[in-house]
């Protein structure tokens, strides 16, 4: 239940009891009036007992037990209710709640006349009609708000995890791997070494990656996995090392998202010699996100997202990352640069739309998708130059963008480029005002049907994998249990 609830609830226990005094009364076959002259007190008292309105203090409680006959443990019991006045006390606990009240409606008294069906009837639509509300927290806006929460906390710690790191050097350990690139081989024994065995099934669930049956230690992987499967199986590792989240809010999904991601990226590539390998580039003034792709053989998006945890912790280096799709939105952004990210009124980053000067946007017009594409952006607030790669993945194309203060350039590959843009946004008119002329030929002419964005619509389900049916992957796991 919720806080608002609790706050209540000592008014609630009192109705309870006074609730259990009055059945217990009726049912020994006692007046108000007889009680009251067993307590020595006016009727009135007796019945502001029973309707919840007052304290009972302990010794009334015993004089009460004594006259009913029963003990005074069993009236302090909620089942001492009989169904109707656990119906009655329900029902004042609802119009008492947060919910009821802000309905503005009148308060309804349980009296005799009001049935008890009536009443179930009341209380099946306020509980329905509170799911729905626990639903609706749980959509974008709720998501967009642990996103920007989400940001903030990685950019204080300049995206730089070290328990994961000496998490990931632990379990290089127990495989005998020192430093260097991680092969498929070793990978694997990892999970051996973790007690798992692996298969490889063309039916996996709807929206799963993989599969994690810790009943019988199996991992289920996908057949085909992408550009590099060794992500996939040390993702489902990463999160059994991790161990089981606590997860109640959408920013729990995402922190525990965030750190098997981060704990994959540093199985891949180890601190140690990554940090050698950057800070000998760094000493040539040859810092590059393909070499660090190239040298540990994995894919970009790993390398970028692997550079941004190492930059500003071991080389000084203040960094942004940026993955975006050719129509400008934005699918995940990191920065303690100061660069300024496209946002909504909520400081939401993700699902808006990068300005269409900024290399993340401009590397979409490149035909040569080889050469690394880099260019120096004037920004509102200062230059900042960006290297940008185009990858495909199963799940779409994205450019992965990395970008520095102009001061921090020159320990970059390609910061001698001639390439040069300007952006005032979030201005509109920068970018987002389509050019007067054609704004009056089309105007009125135009209709296209937007793609949902499925990642951001996604709402917090019960089982805590937004996006991921439980129905679905329970019958996988039944189909694939062992005989
Ligand atoms: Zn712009």
């Known amino acids: 239940m919720s806080e608002d609830t609790s706050l209540s609830s000592v008014a609630n226990d009192r109705l309870v009891i006074g609730k259990t005094i009055r059945s217990l009364r009726k049912k020994s076959g006692l007046t108000l009036q007889q009680v009251a002259d067993e307590l020595e007190r006016a009727v009135s008292y007796v019945s502001g007992i029973e309707n919840g309105k007052r304290d009972v203090k302990v010794a009334e409680l015993h004089t009460f037990a004594r006259l009913f006959g029963v003990d005074v443990d069993s009236m302090l019991k909620p089942e001492a209710l009989d169904s109707r006045a ?54 974008p806006e709720e998501a967009r708000r642990a996103n920007t929460a989400l940001r903030a906390r990685m950019r204080n710690q300049g995206n730089y995890f070290a328990e994961l790191e000496q998490l990931a050097r632990d379990l290089h350990r127990a495989i005998g791997h020192e430093q260097g690139p991680l092969s498929q081989r070793l990978a694997a024994e990892l999970a051996q070494q973790l007690g798992f ?67 994959a990226g540093a199985l891949l590539i180890d601190e140690t010699s990554a940090v050698d390998f950057l800070a000998k580039a760094k000493d040539q003034r040859q810092l590059a996100v393909e070499d660090l792709r190239d040298h540990y053989a994995v894919t970009y998006e790993t390398a970028a997202h692997r550079f941004t945890n190492l930059a500003t912790q071991h080389l000084d280096i203040p960094v942004h990352f940026l993955k975006a799709n050719s129509a400008g939105t934005v699918y995940k952004a990191y920065e303690n640069d100061g660069v300024l990210f496209p946002s909504d009124p909520l400081g939401a980053v993700e699902g808006q739309t990068v300005c269409r000067k900024w290399s993340a946007r401009q590397v979409f017009k490149e035909e040569d998708r080889l050469t690394p594409f880099h260019q120096y952006t004037d920004k509102p607030n200062g230059t900042y130059w960006c290297t940008s790669k185009i990858e ?22 390609g910061r001698e480029t001639t390439r040069r843009g300007a952006s005032s946004c979030p201005d509109e008119g920068c970018c987002r005002l389509a050019p007067v002329e054609l704004s009056h030929k089309w105007e009125g002419k135009v209709r296209s049907q937007a793609m949902m964005n499925t990642a951001l619509l996604a709402a917090m389900p019960r089982n805590a994998t937004p ?17």
């Not at 495909?392 to 590959?413: A, E, I, M, N, Q």
């Open 392 to 413: 495909s993945t199963p799940t779409g194309t994205f450019s992965l963008s990395v970008g520095t203060p102009f001061d921090h350039v020159k320990w970059f590959r």
């Open 86 to 139: 656990g119906l009655e006390v329900e029902w004042e606990r609802i119009q008492n709640g947060p919910l009821y009240s802000q309905l503005g409606l009148p308060r309804l008294a349980a009296r005799k006349t009001l049935s008890d069906d009536a009443l179930t009837a009341l209380i099946g639509l306020h509980a329905e009609l509170e799911n729905m509300h626990r639903r609706r927290a749980a959509t």
């Open 197 to 263: 065995t692996l298969h490889y099934v063309g039916d996996l669930p709807p929206m799963t990656r993989s599969v994690t049956d810790a009943k019988y230690m199996r991992i289920f992987l996908p057949r085909q996995a992408g550009n590099d499967p060794r992500t996939v199986l040390l993702q489902a590792l990463a999160a059994h090392a991790l161990g089981v989240a606590e997860i109640t809010h959408y920013e729990d999904f995402l922190w525990h998202r965030v750190r098997i991601n981060y704990l």
């Open 467 to 483: 996006g991921v049916d439980e129905g679905d992957l329970l019958d996988f796991l039944e189909q694939h249990e062992p005989r």
